[in-house]
């Protein structure tokens, strides 16, 4: 069963930083394009990041505050978010396809969310 699992999340003062994982049974992440998403309370849920062969990315919002990265020794890849601001709270998802040439537009696989709260 091919399953995606998210951890590292938690709660944070503002300006502080956490590291996500996301890891996957079943199958190789590295031969997968891979994406962060966030959902707040009352929003729409939107892309945060994303890693493929090509390139990486990232929304407005988190540029140069947030890093998506591959570890491929341990088949995982990592969000590092750095001076977190309370409107960084949400439930952070992350995605994998494989369609891993550019980052797609729709992800086959779905973790189950991890909580990040930022609030002092």
């Known amino acids: 069963q091919l399953q995606l699992v998210e951890s590292g999340g938690g709660l944070v003062q503002p300006g502080g930083s956490l590291r996500l994982s996301c890891a996957a049974s079943g199958f190789r992440l590295e031969d997968y394009a891979v994406a962060w998403f966030r959902q707040a309370p009352g929003k729409e849920r939107e892309g945060v990041s994303c890693i493929s062969d090509t390139a990486n990315s990232h929304a407005v919002s988190v540029e140069g505050r947030f890093t998506i990265s591959r570890d491929f020794a341990n088949h995982v890849v990592y969000l590092q978010m750095n001076s977190l601001e309370p409107e960084d709270t949400a439930v952070y998802y992350c995605?994998?396809?494989?369609?891993?040439?550019?980052?797609?537009?729709?992800?086959?696989?779905w973790g189950q969310g991890t909580q990040v709260t930022v609030s002092s």
């Open positions: 995605a994998a396809d494989p369609d891993r040439y550019t980052c797609p537009a729709e992800y086959q696989y």
